[in-house]
C-alpha cells in the first residue's frame, strides 16, 4: 500500500510539475511577446510624438505669417480707404469752389453778353461794378490756376478794368472808340477764365473717376486677400486644434505604454525566478 500511495504522489508530482513547466512556457512566451510589442508601440509613439510637435510647431508658425498678412493687408486697404476719403473731400470742395466760379463768370458773360457788340454805356452801373467784383475775386482766388490762362496784356487790362469800372460807363460818347475794344477784351478775358475753370473741372471729375475706380480695384484685391489669409488661418487653426489634441493622445497612450512594459518586465522577472527553481 505504501508503495502504491509513493507511486501515486510521484505521478501527481509529475504532473503537477508538467503542469507548471507549461504555465512558466506560455506565460513566458506571452509576456515577452507582449514586451517586444509595447517597446514596438513606444518605438512608434515616440516618432509619432515628434512628427506631431513638429507639426504643430509648422503651423503655429504659419498662422502667425498668416495673421501679419492679414493685419498687413487690412492696414494697406484702411490706409488707401483714408487717402480715398481725403481726396473726395478735396474733390467735392473743388468741385463746389469751381462750380460756384463758372455760375458767377457765366452771370458776368451774361451781363456783358446783353450789350457786347453795342455801348457799355448801357450796362447799369450796378452791373458793371459786380461784374469788375467778380473778376477781381476770382483773379485774386484763382491766381494759381490763371496762371498759364491770361496773357500779360489781359492781366492788365483787367487789372485796369478792376481799379476803375467807371471808365467804362461814364466816358464821353467821343471815348466810345478808344475804349470799345478794351470792352470787347473784358468780355473775352471772363470767357477765357470760365472756360478755363470748365477745363480744370472737367479734368478734376476725370481723375475723381480714375481715382474712385483705382480703390475700388485696390478694395476688391485687398478684401479678397484678407479673406483668403483668413480662411487660412480658420483651416490652420482647426488642423493645429487636431494635432495637438492627437498629440496630447499619444502622450497618455506612450505612458499607460510604459506602466503596462514596466508591469509586464517586472512579471518576466518573476516568473523566470519561480519557473528556475522547479
Not at 19 to 48: F, G, Y
Not at 68 to 84: F, G, P, S, W
Request: aromatic share 4%.
Amino acid at each position: 500500500d505504501m508503495m502504491k500511495q509513493l507511486e501515486k504522489e510521484a505521478e501527481e508530482d509529475e504532473e503537477i510539475y508538467d503542469k507548471m513547466a507549461c504555465w512558466c512556457e506560455t506565460n513566458d512566451k506571452e509576456k515577452t511577446k507582449s514586451i517586444a510589442d509595447a517597446e514596438a508601440r513606444i518605438e512608434d509613439l515616440t516618432t509619432k510624438i515628434e512628427e506631431l510637435t513638429a507639426a504643430s510647431a509648422r503651423l503655429n508658425t504659419e498662422i502667425k505669417n498668416h495673421e501679419k498678412e492679414v493685419a498687413k493687408n487690412q492696414e494697406a486697404l484702411d490706409k488707401a480707404t483714408a487717402i480715398r476719403e481725403k481726396q473726395l473731400a478735396e474733390f467735392n470742395a473743388e468741385e463746389k469752389d469751381l462750380l460756384e466760379s463758372i455760375s458767377a463768370l457765366k452771370a458776368a458773360v451774361t451781363v456783358l453778353s446783353k450789350h457786347h457788340g453795342g455801348s457799355l454805356l448801357q450796362v447799369p452801373r450796378t452791373h458793371m461794378l459786380s461784374v469788375a467784383a467778380t473778376l477781381q475775386y476770382q483773379l485774386r482766388k484763382h491766381s494759381s490756376l490763371l496762371q498759364g490762362a491770361l496773357t500779360p496784356s489781359e492781366r492788365r487790362v483787367a487789372a485796369a478794368f478792376v481799379q476803375a469800372p467807371q471808365d467804362y460807363f461814364d466816358a464821353a460818347p467821343t471815348f466810345k472808340q478808344s475804349y470799345a475794344p478794351q470792352s470787347g477784351e473784358i468780355f473775352g478775358i471772363l470767357r477765357q477764365m470760365k472756360e478755363t475753370f470748365e477745363s480744370n473741372l472737367s479734368a478734376s471729375q476725370k481723375e475723381e473717376m480714375a481715382n474712385q475706380k483705382a480703390y475700388e480695384d485696390l478694395k476688391v484685391a485687398k478684401e479678397d486677400e484678407i479673406a483668403a489669409g483668413q480662411a487660412q488661418i480658420d483651416s490652420k487653426t482647426k488642423e493645429l486644434a487636431e494635432t495637438d489634441e492627437k498629440n496630447a493622445q499619444a502622450k497618455v497612450d506612450i505612458e499607460d505604454t510604459k506602466a503596462s512594459l514596466s508591469a509586464d518586465e517586472q512579471f518576466l522577472m518573476m516568473l523566470k525566478e519561480k519557473c528556475s527553481m522547479t
